[in-house]
């Protein structure tokens, strides 16, 4: 005769199984404990170009103090390149400033001569009818537009158009007209002037932005190389020493 044993749970057994189960808030808080927390990078390098140049010049005169140099470049030749940083992002900023100039004579020369075409058509009118006088107008350099008959609005094409159109002014008897020869030569002039100096300034500046990011790079290359010759002479005392050198902020924007 087989004989079954039914188990009874008991509502003193249930409380013993869920507390034997269970994690106490203190056992949550030893865990969170033994879990280090990550740490955050500080970037002690500048990126901000006067910082750059601040920094560097900061950290070679200590370093002039301390008797401490590069194996790889000299304390003079730090000083040299950090003057020719400064020295070449001033005349970025200068140039920068001259662009503006040069831009605004350029659209007062190309107004002059928008008012001296509408002078000249009116004239071509008179002397002829209306469409012998637009049967000219190709000769003397317009196009048609969707606002009718232009010189091109781009100063390098309006430059060849004058170029048509000063001769024209002769075959069409027009070289002592108010709005002629001489209009149109000395037009012409300023205008070649003008945008042969905006090209100059606007290579000189695209060779100053080449140049000031090359220069920015080495430096924050060699601000960088600094950290970690300060870091190994000043293993006990680092994060001091680092603001001896010029490393002032804990986060350089």
């Known amino acids: 005769m087989n004989t079954e044993t039914t188990q009874t749970t008991t509502p003193a057994t249930e409380t013993a199984q869920a507390a034997a189960t269970a994690t106490t808030p203190a056992a949550t808080t ?19 170009l006067a910082n750059v140049i601040i920094s560097t010049r900061d950290m070679v005169g200590q370093m002039r103090k301390e008797n401490l140099e590069f194996k790889h470049t000299s304390n003079d030749e730090i000083e040299t390149s950090v003057n020719d940083l400064e020295q070449t992002y001033l005349d970025r900023k200068n140039k920068g400033a001259k662009k503006s100039p040069n831009s605004s004579e350029i659209s007062t020369i190309k107004k002059q001569q928008n008012f001296g075409a509408s002078k000249l058509k009116f004239k071509l009118k008179i002397d002829n009818n209306a469409s012998d006088a637009i049967m000219k107008y190709a000769e003397f350099g317009f196009e048609k537009t969707d606002q009718g008959y232009l010189l091109p609005n781009k100063p ?15 075959v069409h008897g027009l070289e002592d007209f108010e709005y002629g020869k001489t209009f149109w030569t000395n ?3 300023d205008l070649s002037k003008a945008l042969s100096n905006t090209r100059s300034n606007d290579g000189d500046i695209s060779q100053s932005v080449s ?19 300060i870091a190994a002479h000043y293993p006990d005392d680092t994060a001091a020493q680092l603001r001896n050198f010029g490393f002032q902020k804990e986060k350089n924007k």
């Open 30 to 48: 030893a865990t969170d404990a033994q879990t280090p927390k990550k740490k955050k990078t500080i970037n002690k390098i500048p990126t901000n």
């Open 156 to 170: 390098p094409e309006r430059l060849l158009a004058i170029e048509r159109l000063i001769p024209a002014l002769t």
């Open 187 to 189: 037009t012409h002039d």
């Open 211 to 229: 140049k000031i990011k090359t220069l920015a790079a080495k430096h924050k290359k060699l601000l960088n190389c600094g950290t970690k010759l």
